[in-house]
Nanobody, 131 residues
Framework: QVQLVEIGGGSVQAGDSLRLSCTASGGTFSSYAMGWFRQAPGKAREFVAE????????YYAESVKGRFTISRDKAKNTATLQMNSLNPEDTAVYYC????????????????????????WGKGTLVTVSS
């Protein structure tokens, strides 16, 4: 069973950057798509970004497109979310996930939170952005 651990959250000012990392252990990481999701206080968990298992395709929520970048290092069993130009609306607990779902507009439209069909989830890391 793959286990995921996120690090890199913290408190920053609007306009700052943060880099979240997710490390997988205990299973076959390289065959899974890796995703980042977030959950703001009082709101449902939402999709942020995904990278396919081979790393050749990425997909982003409109709200983060152009500001966030997802990447992965299969040799190190890590997935990273580089977040730039953060704003208070990005405040949330950020979760790393692994699974066989490849997200696009169509699949997101029918995916059911909080799991969205993904198989494994980390415990999350808190990102707080102050104005």
């Amino acid at each position: 069973q793959v286990q995921l651990v996120e690090i890199g959250g913290g408190s920053v000012q609007a306009g700052d950057s943060l880099r979240l990392s997710c490390t997988a252990s205990g299973g076959t990481f390289s065959s899974y798509a890796m995703g980042w999701f977030r959950q703001a206080p009082g709101k449902a968990r939402e999709f942020v970004a995904e990278i396919t298992w081979w790393g050749g395709r990425t997909y982003y929520a409109e709200s983060v497109k152009g500001r966030f970048t997802i990447s992965r290092d299969k040799a190190k069993n890590t997935a990273t979310l580089q977040m730039n130009s953060l704003n208070p609306e990005d405040t949330a607990v950020y979760y790393c996930s692994a699974g066989n779902v490849e997200f696009d507009e169509a699949t997101l439209a029918v995916a059911i939170p909080p799991d969205y069909g993904m198989d494994t989830w980390g415990k999350g890391t808190l990102v707080t952005v102050s104005s």
